[in-house]
């Protein structure tokens, strides 16, 4: 492992609001795009050994011209697709140049455990210094037994809410539920995003609601008292069975997702396959993956799929929160299907793991080696806690903290921030909610391992059998609720446990949980380039 660097930095985030010069297409142009429109914004994949670009480009996808900061130039970004148990190693070039917007970067894995490549987890301050502007930094890491389906975005303040997020599949050549569809590929990815008119860092220093512009489904929508720009098409053929695979990369909103007189079958969570389970409609917060198989059954046409917000004003007016599910032979027109059926409930309880069902640990609440209450507020200044700390990010990374020396977690910054674990052993961690707080339900995500949700929101019960397992949950939206987490420490490191509103985590809904600190250096090997960052 080479030495680390000097824990003398200076980080400079300084941006303003002037745009830097660009050459402009105009928004006529931006929205000349056929009207069949595949399932990804872009006919490139990605492998998983391959190169990012990060650059500002100029992009229209709901009709509203606005600079952005994407992924080789396309939004939603490249698919990226890999093998199980292939290796990944992802060059990420910072050519960012609009100072409207953050000029650093960093990228997370979502959902991927990152197993004692904890320096390649992507956040900026808690795993690495950010990639400064003309920089390149190799990710490289192998998700060894992980299959499903993931994501990727910036994990630097509020970047990916400007752009930089994309899906990722890895496919499983024994998936056991490989006889339930016949489709799987780049054509069924459906990612869900929320759209912005103005630029994360200035919706970032609002301390009220953030309002998205535009809901986007495969990089496409309209906005309210907007124009009726195309909207993205989803084909299928009669007779097929499709393996949809629904993608949560939003920065706020949780989505409502249904498709117009189909049903749909549940059999993946966050990278988890389930016991198949059928329901009408799907409530995916932001960060969450579903799995679901469409019997593309019905008569030859189109048919609306709806992705209703939870924020106020949503609807379906202009047709927003939508685009179509087109079968082959059907005219290219909008659809003029009914919503519904309404029959089968959503119950998050109900999803049970297809393999290892049962969650770590002796049952019962309390009864786990380490127990933890974070109870979620805001406080008189306006910035989200847990246990009335508003987490803020340290000038030098959690990792690079304890690569220089510290061992024990009250060594480390930000301090009452930093959690920490001992190794093998069942960690429970509640989420009481008793002063609800603002902007709920919460979806809470913890980075370098999955859990099992032993009380699930909206539900006083307990399930130690064969709870959901999965990495984004919601803490519910109720002051009753207390949602219940379950999992084993077998992987040192310091990891991010956050809300995945972003708009929350910049104003420090979060903690690090530190895990076998003292056993971190040992395994961690850092690549040269790594510490170069923080020079």
Sequence with gaps: MANPPSLTFIMLNVFSLCILGFSLFSVSNALSIPKSFAATSSNATLGSIN????????????????????????????????????????????ELTDDSMFLETSVHWHGLFQYKTNWADGVSWVTQCPIGQQKSFTYQFTPTGQ?????????????????????????????????????????TVITLSDWYHSPSPVLGAEFQQVVSNATLINGLGRYAGGPSTPLAVVNVTQGLRYRFRVVATSCDPSFNFTIDGHRM?????????????????????????????????QAIGNYWIRTLTNLAGASFDNNQNMAILRYQGAPDEDPSSAPGPHELAFDEGNLHPLVNPAAPGIPGIG????????????????????????????????????????TQPSQLLPNGSIYGLPLNKVIEISFPNPSNAPGGP??????????????????NTTNFVNPVRRDVVSIGNSTTDNVTIRFTTDNPGPWLLHCHIDWHLNHGLAVVMAE??????SQEHIPTAWNDLCS
């Design 516 to 521: 076998a600190v003292d056993q971190v250096a």
């Design 265 to 297: 079958t549940i059999i993946e969570v966050d990278g988890d396959e389930v016991e198949p389970v059928e329901v009408d409609s799907i409530p995916i917060l932001a960060g969450q993956r579903y799995s679901v198989v469409v019997n593309a059954n």
């Design 442 to 459: 919460h979806p809470i995500h913890l980075h370098g391992t999955s859990f099992s949700v032993v009380r699930t929101a909206g539900s």
């Design 147 to 187: 299959t499903g389906t993931y994501w990727y975005h910036s994990h630097y303040h509020t970047q990916y809410c400007d752009g930089l997020r994309g899906p990722l599949v890895i496919y499983d050549p024994d998936d056991p539920l490989a006889g339930m569809y016949d489709v799987d590929d780049e054509t």
């Design 367 to 406: 009864k786990a080696d380490v127990n933890i209450q974070l109870v979620p507020s805001i406080n008189g200044s306006g910035y989200f806690t847990f246990n009335n700390v508003s987490f803020g990010y340290p000038s030098v990374p959690v990792l690079l903290q304890i690569l220089s020396g510290a």
């Design 51 to 94: 190169q990012l670009n990060i650059v500002n480009s100029y992009i229209a996808p709901d009709g509203f011209n606005r600079s952005a900061t994407l992924v080789n130039g396309v939004y939603p970004g490249p698919l990226i697709q890999a093998q199980k148990n292939n290796k990944f190693s992802i060059q990420v070039s910072n």
